[in-house]
């Protein structure tokens, strides 16, 4: 059995944003299963990833949240 891990999961172990998450991964290394994901979860991860730096940038110099997603 193979487990398709999408970007949500592979972005919340990231984050450690979900303690269920987290859990999840360690059954599934303590049970030793299988794990896929695709080219498309990683491109993903790689554009939210610019996204909230783009964003926490902005926040950082001052701007107001309805400029910022203007940009």
Not at 25 to 51: A, G, P, Q, Y
Not at 54 to 61: A, I, R, Y
């Amino acid at each position: 059995m193979k487990l398709y891990l999408d970007t949500n999961v592979l972005r919340d172990c990231l984050k450690r944003r979900n303690l269920e998450t987290l859990r999840l991964l360690e059954i599934i290394r303590e049970k030793r299963l299988e794990c896929v994901t695709s080219v498309f979860s990683v491109m993903e991860l790689i554009d939210t990833e610019k996204d909230d730096f783009f964003f926490n940038d902005h926040l950082k110099k001052g701007l107001e949240i309805s400029k910022i997603l203007r940009h």
